[in-house]
Nanobody, 129 residues
């Protein structure tokens, strides 16, 4: 059974940092594009970042550029999202999603449409003082 699992969410004050992890079970991530999405109550899902299978192509959503950094460690079968300078508007449930054969997604806007085969259950991030 192919599963993605997010972890690392929590409550943090504005200006703080969190590192989210997306781990795979039942398959290896090294052939998968992994994207991060988030959704706040009452708002549409938003694309946060995309990283190609090798890590050579990376893209970010406009609202997180310069503050978030995505990386992957294929040996550990995990993708990370380092979130710095967090703002209250970063609050939401964060999901990772993955698919194979779609490295080109990260080169443009296609990944933001969210057409990925595998999704995690999400991890909550709350930024509040």
């Amino acid at each position: 059974q192919f599963q993605l699992e997010e972890s690392g969410g929590g409550l943090v004050k504005p200006g703080g940092s969190l590192r989210l992890s997306c781990a795979a079970s039942g398959f290896t991530l090294d052939q998968y594009v992994i994207a991060w999405f988030r959704q706040a109550p009452g708002k549409e899902r938003e694309g946060v970042s995309c990283i190609s299978s090798s890590g050579g192509i990376i893209d970010y959503g406009y609202s997180v550029k310069g503050r978030f950094t995505v990386s992957r460690d294929n040996a550990k079968n995990t993708v990370f999202l380092q979130m710095d300078s967090l703002k209250p508007e970063d609050t939401g449930t964060y999901y990772c999603a993955g698919d194979t054969g779609v490295d080109f997604y990260c080169s443009g806007a296609a990944w933001k449409r969210g057409s990925f085969d595998a999704w995690g259950q999400g991890t909550q991030v709350t930024v509040s003082s």
